[in-house]
């Protein structure tokens, strides 16, 4: 199996572009999470969906951030518009309900000027 | 809410000794699963090791064993023979379970361990 696919691997923007991140899961898993990791903060959760649907999205810091999920492999997290705040590396994870284990993807390190 | 508190920020081992890396966690669920990840310099996460919180039996892959110490909400992991190949950050993390399925991991702040030649 491939493992979970993010792209791009690294990001470099200006502050007020937008950026949009993208993952694939695992084939058959139908659970998916976003997390972002930061030096101040360490890892945390943004957003995870089950069966595509959002299940929880406490973790997304405002409404500059979106994420979708239109099919079982495909999955977007938007920044518009970013911040140097916004700077850190986000990871997609992906998971088989019943299974509990988390797999991660190798990351996307942002970098907003 | 459940928080994951990783007291060592920092740790060193010789090669092929034993280092055991300290969790302890606040919950007040009765069912939920603790994980080990490894993430080294490449920044990719690795499960090293999880335990079902139902268990008593610890957990245990190869080298890596765990020390699930429920009543007192303590989760150490022990590495032995230690390798180079092990230096990394390494992450402890609570699920909870929501409706019986899972929720999302909530991590501590990690410990990063050198293993020396």
């Known amino acids: 199996d491939a493992g979970v696919i993010q792209s791009p691997r690294h990001e470099v923007t200006e502050m007020g572009q937008e950026v949009t991140l993208r993952c694939k899961p695992i084939s058959g898993h139908n659970s998916l999470f976003w997390y972002r990791q930061t030096m101040m903060r360490g890892l945390e959760l943004l957003i995870y969906f089950n069966n595509n649907v959002p299940i929880d999205d406490s973790g997304m810091p405002e409404d500059r951030f979106s994420a979708k999920m239109p099919n079982a492999s495909f999955s977007t997290l938007k920044i518009q518009p970013s911040e140097p705040r916004d700077s850190a590396v986000y990871f997609c994870?992906?998971?088989?309900?019943?299974?509990?284990?988390?797999?991660f993807g190798p990351g996307t390190r942002l970098l907003v000027l | 809410a459940q928080t994951v508190t990783q007291s060592q920020p920092e740790m060193s081992v010789q090669e092929a000794e034993t280092v055991t890396l300290s969790c302890t966690y606040d919950?007040?669920?009765?069912?939920?699963?603790l994980f080990w990840y490894k993430q080294p310099p490449s920044r990719q996460m690795i499960l090293v090791i999880r335990q079902e919180a139902y268990k008593q039996q610890n957990a245990t892959e190869n080298r890596f064993s765990v020390n699930f110490q429920k009543a007192a909400k303590s989760f150490s992991l022990k590495i032995s023979d230690s390798q180079l190949g092990d230096t990394a950050m390494y992450f402890c993390a609570f699920m909870k379970l929501i409706g019986g399925s899972q929720g999302n991991l909530i991590f501590g702040k990690g410990t990063k361990l050198s293993v020396k030649p």
């Open positions: 994870a992906s998971s088989f309900v019943g299974q509990e284990t988390q797999y």
């Open positions: 919950t007040s669920e009765s069912n939920y699963y």
